[in-house]
């Protein structure tokens, strides 16, 4: 990503209660963005309740949001440089949060993606200017703990989410979690106007590739409308094809202008690095499988498990707060471990660890579930330093600041597809079971026709009427077919996403090992 305009530098020394105030001020609203991310991923059962919509339509409050964070990274840098330091961190909080109050009053599903839309986008202009800040106050030999701290407050909101969104649901309403966040979000405007960095606005910033943005902007909006809609609509329906074809004549139209002179949004000279191309794939797959993970979980533990929304809300709460802890030990571990080598201890662990879901139904163990994911999230502490530091290793200096920016780009985009398109693959195997379970359920089969038998003497024990018997035992007998089918559909979705934390091995393969070279 060739930034068009780098933040203007801040060259002032900091007291110490300076240093923290303005940190404060930027994790706080960089906790508040994830957090509300994640928020709603306990929340999808209640929006297909309340919406009518199905997984693949109601994935788009988490992988929207995603794919818009991931294009507002691209013109973070830009806008710092036009408007000032400042001035962007208050504009992306006030955007943030009327993003959050629109989904709180959306009278209709689109309104509510809306509403994520603006906010993703808003949380993608910040993550750049807070690392930003960080690596200003904070002297460089002390900027490790700083971007230690930046991670484990990316890990914990992961985990943190998804709890207190399900104590929210389960005591009042679902609506209410996108105002839970708003008080923090004040905070950090209150704290950022009083102790960010002022680095003032430039009189002349270099131009912007509004052309690649405004390209980028279409596949991302017509790749994760198809994904949502595609189910309802029929894949091969002129309607998804339209868009299919929209997204190949905007990639290739993105692709041309990218390899022409001037400024670019991508720089794709950096894929000329072998190491850099693979770290690339590593990270957009990896990131692919995660999110898909945490968005899974909270879900199957309402949808199979029956577990209240603050029970299957805190699944993630136990692992995310031990891979943040395990942050600044990974992240040593990095300066003195060969890339190549954690990348594959982790990636075994969270592969495996997945795998060993795979047969998870309503009889597992909730701890069995709480400690797999624990493992998972260890693999990931243990890949991430090394996954986003690996493949600058070997950059020319010119190109570290825009190699940096592009893994930040796969990393989120990666998940946002990896959420999306496991709602899909979950939505379709749902389905698949639904229909097979239900053409064995014939007057030939013993095990239909005892459970007819046994569910009739139970109405009729509960004083139903016998006109009715026949009718409430084939609705219970639908029940217990849906329930089975979603059972093994979720059972499906976990080898989708254990085969999904495979794929970066490939990529790990064609690592450079000289790029990896300790000083």
């Known amino acids: ?88 961190f208050q504009g992306s909080l006030l955007v943030f949060g009327s993003g959050g109050l629109l989904c709180f009053v959306a009278p209709t599903f689109e309104f509510l993606v809306l509403g994520r839309l603006v906010q993703g986008l808003a949380a993608g202009f910040l993550q750049p200017l807070i690392m930003l800040v960080l690596v200003q106050v904070f002297p460089p030999e002390k900027r490790g703990l700083a971007m230690a701290m930046f991670t484990m407050g990316v890990t914990a909101a992961v985990g943190i989410g998804p709890a207190v969104g399900g104590v929210i649901i389960e005591a009042y309403q679902w609506q209410l979690i996108f105002l839970a966040p708003l008080p923090f979000a004040c905070l950090a405007a209150i704290l950022g106007f009083l102790f960010l960095p002022g680095a003032p606005r430039q009189s002349s910033p270099s131009r912007f590739d509004w052309l690649g943005f405004a390209l980028v902007n279409t596949i991302v909006f017509c790749w994760f409308t198809l994904l949502g809609n595609g189910q309802r609509w029929g894949w091969s329906s002129d309607v998804a094809l339209g868009f299919v074809a929209a997204i190949v004549a905007a990639g290739a139209v993105f692709y041309w202008s ?150 930040n780009f796969a990393v989120i985009f990666g998940g946002a597809n990896g959420a999306a398109l496991y709602a899909v693959f979950l939505e379709q195997r749902i389905q698949h079971h639904t229909s097979f379970l239900a053409t064995t359920q014939t007057d030939a089969n013993d095990t239909t026709r005892e459970l007819l038998n046994g569910a009739g003497m139970l109405i009729s024990q509960a004083g139903v009427s016998d006109p009715a018997h026949d009718a409430v035992a084939v609705w219970h007998l639908k029940e217990m077919i849906v329930a089975q089918a979603t059972a093994l559909g979720f059972q499906d979705g976990f080898v989708f996403i254990a085969v999904s934390m495979m794929i970066p091995f490939i990529p790990l393969i064609f690592m450079s090992q000289k790029a990896e070279t300790k000083p």
């Open 1 to 88: 990503m060739t930034s068009p305009a780098a933040a203007p530098a801040v060259t002032a020394t900091f007291k110490p209660f300076e240093i923290w105030l303005a940190t404060a001020a930027g994790l706080t609203a960089f906790f508040t963005s994830l957090f509300t991310a994640s928020m709603v991923n306990v929340a999808v059962p209640s929006v297909i309740g309340s919406f009518g919509v199905g997984q693949t339509q109601a994935q788009l409050l988490l992988s929207g949001f995603f794919a818009m964070n991931s294009t507002g990274l691209l013109a973070s840098s830009w806008m710092v440089a036009r408007f000032g330091q400042r001035e962007v």
């Open 258 to 407: 990218q390899r022409r002179l001037g400024v670019t949004l991508v720089d794709l000279s950096l894929f000329q690095n072998r190491n850099y191309a693979a770290g690339f794939g590593i990270i957009f797959f990896y990131g692919f499988g995660t999110l898909a993970t945490i968005y899974a979980f909270p879900i199957f533990g309402q949808l199979v498990q029956n577990f209240t929304p603050t029970k299957a809300g805190a699944l993630l709460l136990p692992a995310s707060l031990v891979a943040a802890a395990m942050m600044p030990l990974t992240g040593r571990a990095t300066d003195i471990i060969s890339h190549r080598t954690l990348l594959f201890v982790g990636l075994v662990i969270s592969a495996v660890s997945v795998f060993g879901l795979t047969d998870a139904d309503s009889n597992t163990h909730y701890w069995y579930i709480a400690v797999m994911l624990l493992i998972t999230r260890i693999g990931s502490a243990i890949v991430t330093p090394p996954m986003m530091t690996a493949p600058l290793l070997g950059l020319p200096a010119d190109q570290m600041q825009r190699g940096a920016g592009l893994a």
